[in-house]
């Protein structure tokens, strides 16, 4: 594998990584939530995602599993391997409490209503703080999987890596609100709060760097195949359990829908120019 195919795969996953940031930011300048673009952003990258997972990523996993270990096993391990993605995901979900989970989205004015508190209520100020910081540690949980799929992805396919970044980027921003908000109040400091946002990005590198490190050396058609599949599951998980219902939360059911139709559409168009 060339080293510029390598820091390619590596630059995705932290373009797609900082994009909490760019939540940050909006939460910082913008004076309301622009809900229906975020609710077509969210449908779309949910379509994106789910598109590329099962019409691209699932055949070229199963075709590499087939031809190394016939039709029939080579069929059951992709099977296996795509919901053990799946339940890696939602293990990791299961051990970030709902109150501090960072996909339960809120627009900035309800964001704002609910945290302009009376400077003596320091309590609330400590769990608004808590809040902000656990949040980010789960997006930091929750990115190091996605780090992992998009690095996975980039190094097989650059134009199908660089389709599942952007698509993770999108669903990033909100993830940058959700930090940002809670610590600002809590705390009065723009930068600090700009801070732990950015740094829960940063996991989506480590993944890929981790992901590189341990399983590069063992990297045979094989390994890849289990690991394609896996990254499958892991993208359609993040859709129907993340993205969809914050796309609904977020707008209209009509414009999320309308953005995951948007989302496959252009996914398929891309990959049949790359034919």
Known sequence: MDTQTVLFAF????????????????????????????????GFSAGVMIYVSFVEIMVKARDALTAELGDVMGAWVTAL????GIAFIALIDTFVPSYENPHEMHSIEEMEEGYELPKDETHNFDKLRRTGIFAAIAIAIHNFPEGLATFTAALTDPALGLAIAVAIAIHNIPEGIAVSIPLFYATGDRRKA??????????????ALIGYLVFMPFFTPTMFGILFAGVAGIMVFISFD???PAAEEYGEHHLSIYGLISGMAVMAVSLLLFL
């Open 11 to 42: 630059g995705l996953t932290l373009f797609a990584g900082l994009s909490t940031g760019v939540g940050s930011a909006i939460a910082f300048f913008a004076r309301q939530t622009n809900t229906k673009f975020l609710s077509l952003a969210l």
């Open 81 to 84: 391997s795509f919901f053990g």
């Open 194 to 207: 700009f801070l732990y946002s950015f740094l829960s990005g940063l996991s989506e590198p480590v993944g």
């Open 242 to 244: 993340e993205l969809l």
